[in-house]
């Protein structure tokens, strides 16, 4: 079969199928033999694992994973491209193609009912507007996967590996950096897709930690000290948790001045070692 990220060999399936991409599901689809590597080595596939890929398309990095996984679980939500995908992966017996929104998926039971597999990897070259919902969901969830490496708009991917101090560095930042180890793992230009999206993207991989990088006594009292922190960014700590908290100045300025942190400091500033004290102290 003709490689599927050959740009003729895509145009030739969408016209056989009367296929036409929708940009309410962002698709964009991978021409680019060298990234598509790039992003399968850096997912470091064994043949016992079980790798979940979101938003399989034509099935461009489907095959490849195939080629490696012990088992491939592909979430597409568009009906559409079932069928291309049981063409153009006929000759894989290992990738069950599941056509479902991820969103609405019980991506843990759906990794729980493969436990022969020794670990599972999530992969995605997702749609810009489920990048962080996914994220999320796949965090919170505490879905029990060892990475998740996804290909995300370049400012997603800033955001996710920003540390304090900067303007990418926010709730998303923090959230993340709790539960994973980020890498960075390359640069992808919008040329490599068909059609050719509007942004640039950056692929990162997400190591899922077995115990977050910070202790926290209750990630409740934590996330929303986050959120309330970064509620209004340009305020001072003090005023923008007093404001989101609704407790008043005194108690909020006694919590900051015991986790050692300045009230005039802004929430951009605090490493995820001062929020976790902040949270901790404010529930003593
Ligand atoms: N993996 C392919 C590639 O790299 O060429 C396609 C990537 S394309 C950027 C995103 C894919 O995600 C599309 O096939 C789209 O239909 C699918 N998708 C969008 N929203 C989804 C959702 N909520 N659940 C599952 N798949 C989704």
Known sequence: MDKLYSPATVNKIMNKHHFKTSKKYGQNFLIDENIIHKIVDAVDIKDNDLVLEIGPGIGTLTAELAKRAGKVKAVEIDKKLVPILDENLAEFNNVETINEDILNTNINEMISNEEKYQSAKIIGNLPYYITTPIIMKILEEKVSV???????????????????????????????????????????????????????????????????????????????????????????????????????????????????????????????????????????
């Open 146 to 284: 060892k990475s998740i490496t996804i290909m995300v708009q370049k400012e997603v991917a800033d955001r996710l590996k920003a540390g304090p101090g900067g303007k990418d560095y926010g709730a998303l930042s923090v959230a993340v950096q709790y539960y994973c180890d980020v890498t960075f793992i390359a640069q992808v230009p919008r040329n490599v897709f068909i059609p050719k999206p509007n942004v640039d993207s950056s692929v990162i991989r997400l190591d899922v930690r077995e115990i977050p990088s910070v202790k926290v006594d209750d990630e409740k009292v934590f996330f929303r000290m986050v959120k309330a922190g970064f509620s209004q960014r340009r305020k001072t700590l003090l005023n923008a948790l007093s404001h989101f908290l609704n407790q008043p100045k005194e108690e909020i300025e006694k919590i900051l001045i015991q986790s050692d942190i300045d009230p005039l400091r802004r929430a951009e500033t605090l490493s995820l070692q001062d929020f976790a004290a902040l949270s901790n102290n404010s529930i003593k």
